[in-house]
């Protein structure tokens, strides 16, 4: 089975990684380097990485066009794509053998688009899952080959519940694949009446004027908390939730962190469901936070009142 991988994020490094184990991964193809930090250095996305210590042959196609010819240039009987982060024409997708399987983070048809794990935790809702779908033309349209369900507890942050779901579907990937090939699996078509779409998120959609707190009655001000919990696992680790506070003339930035940043690098919560990081400092619980900025109490302080 000559396999090509499409992927980018560190999160889907174990399905590529049972890949390796199951078939004969002729190429894997992944986004382009991008400039990152402060000093905006040139920086390999994490599946390239992985891909170099492993001796796999790797393609970045700078554009839908380059991909195209790439891809009628390999032979291959199937592709399997995760959180690849770029279209795929649909031409190309005739050209293996079985077609392409999309690992999508969401249960299709519900969510269809880049977000679909930050639209779950804004939303607030108590179930997601991975779907399997034979990739058409239409994104995320294609068939449903199967869905793994996931319970969402109120501690999951998007990093967490990517990781876990994309785990969860390296397992069962490569009995998935064999099942599907021998004709065991039949693809079901969606139900087009129930599709929703995720929007693209900016940084500023991390953004939060907290000078609206003086305008809302208590009820108010718990459903906006309510409202930024959710925010706040939901775009992390980016945009991440922000603010910024004048003292003394001078702004300050700062983010709204999962409690987990802090918290034995775990998705546990604390007294708080969120810590505070001044920009270019550490993250820090509120006392902490406090006692090194004082003259912010009452700028913040709705921030942890009950």
Avoid at 78 to 96: R, T
Avoid at 178 to 197: C, F, M, R, S
Wanted: hydrophobic share 40%; aromatic share 8%.
């Amino acid at each position: 089975m000559k396999i090509i991988f499409f992927g980018t994020p560190k999160e889907v490094i174990p399905v590529l990684e049972n890949l390796t184990k199951y078939g004969n991964v002729t190429a894997v193809v992944t986004a382009p380097d991008q400039k990152s930090g402060r000093k905006q250095l040139l920086t390999p996305p994490p599946v390239k990485i992985f891909a170099e210590k492993h001796n796999m042959q790797i393609f970045q196609p700078e554009n839908k066009q380059s991909l195209k010819s790439l891809l009628l240039h390999l032979t291959s009987d199937l592709f399997i794509v995760a959180a690849y982060g770029k279209i795929i024409p649909p031409e190309a997708l005739s050209i293996p053998t079985y077609g392409a399987i999309n690992i999508h983070p969401s249960l299709l048809p519900k969510y269809r688009g880049a977000t679909p794990i930050q639209t779950a935790l804004l939303n607030g809702d108590e179930k997601s899952g991975v779907t399997f779908i034979k990739m058409d033309e239409q994104m995320d349209h294609g068939p449903i080959i199967h869905q793994i369900p996931f319970t969402l507890e109120k501690t999951d942050t998007c990093n967490w519940l990517m990781q876990t779901m994309f785990a969860q579907a390296a397992i069962l990937l490569p009995s998935l694949i064999e099942n599907y090939v021998a004709g065991k699996l039949t693809p079901q078509p969606q139900d087009e009446n129930k599709a929703t779409y995720t929007k693209i998120i900016t940084r500023q959609d991390g953004y939060i004027d907290l000078s609206v707190l003086e305008k809302l009655a208590p009820l108010e001000i718990r459903n906006w908390k309510s409202e930024i919990d959710r925010k706040i696992r939901a775009y992390y680790p980016w945009p991440t939730v922000w603010t910024k506070v004048k003292i003394k003339n001078q702004e300050i930035r700062i983010k709204l962190l999962p409690s987990s940043v802090i918290a034995d690098k775990t998705k546990q919560s604390q007294t708080t469901p969120f810590v505070l990081q001044v920009e270019g400092k550490k993250p820090m619980n509120f006392k902490d936070f406090l006692n090194g900025y004082p003259a912010l109490k009452e700028k913040i302080k709705e921030l942890y009142t009950e």
